[in-house]
T-cell receptor
């Protein structure tokens, strides 16, 4: 149980275009979702936290106008990288919470390459 | 100083060896401690979760927490080549009543188990 499906698993886009990444909780309602980015050989860096039906809370240094997060339902959250640039190339991972305690499950990640 | 420190390795051991992975932390408010395993280009998967100081065992894995020293460990017995991955420690505090806790990750230790 507690599976999060993340799509796409990889995407290549041209500089200046926008890319949308989806995370769906398949068998539970995700009250909170977290979005991370991970550079090669580095740990996960939290970008933002979103609760269903409310605006996302962004970490310091993360541009909220560039990384648009929508969590309109308890089973779907999306991250849109707007006007992507090569420096946005990274591994993006979502995580969903299904309650208190250890209720975190991660998506399989999306490798974004901006050319 | 980072809130969570983890030796990035890389760590190479022969098959069958006992592996010891460690993290230290500075924030005494951390209440929950987790170990995740991450294979290349995949999302992290939860291995172990602990709350109180002491040991917790699950198969070949033992998680140890020493809150007085702010030190946690993961031991892997009879290591296998399939254990080769990056191991991330993660910790959390309660961010608000009814909300999910935000995870703070260590930098990850890259482990290779040689056949």
């Amino acid at each position: 149980g507690a599976v999060v499906s993340q799509h796409p698993s990889w995407v290549i886009c041209k500089s200046g275009t926008s890319v949308k990444i989806e995370c769906r909780s398949l068998d539970f309602q995700a009250t909170t979702m977290f979005w991370y980015r991970q550079f090669p050989k580095q740990s996960l860096m939290l970008m933002a936290t979103s609760n269903e039906g409310s605006k996302a809370t962004y970490e310091q240094g993360v541009e909220k106008d560039k990384f648009l997060i929508n969590h309109a339902s308890l089973t779907l959250s999306t991250l849109t990288v707007t006007s992507a640039h090569p420096e946005d190339s990274s591994f993006y991972i979502c995580s969903a919470s299904y309650g208190t305690g250890t209720g975190y499950t991660f998506g399989s990640g999306t490798r974004l390459t901006v050319v | 100083q980072k809130e969570v420190e983890q030796d990035p390795g890389p760590l190479s051991v022969p098959e069958g060896a006992i592996v010891s992975l460690n993290c230290t932390y500075s924030n005494s408010a951390f209440q929950y401690f987790m170990w995740y395993r991450q294979y290349s280009r995949k999302g992290p998967e939860l291995l172990m979760y602990t709350y109180s100081s002491g040991n917790k065992e699950d198969g070949r894995f033992t998680a140890q927490v020493d809150k007085s020293s702010k030190y946690i460990s993961l031991f892997i017995r009879d290591s296998q080549p399939s254990d080769s991955a990056t191991y991330l420690c993660a910790m959390s505090i309660k961010i608000s009543s009814g909300s999910a806790r935000q995870l703070t990750f260590g930098s990850g230790t890259q482990l290779t188990v040689l056949p």
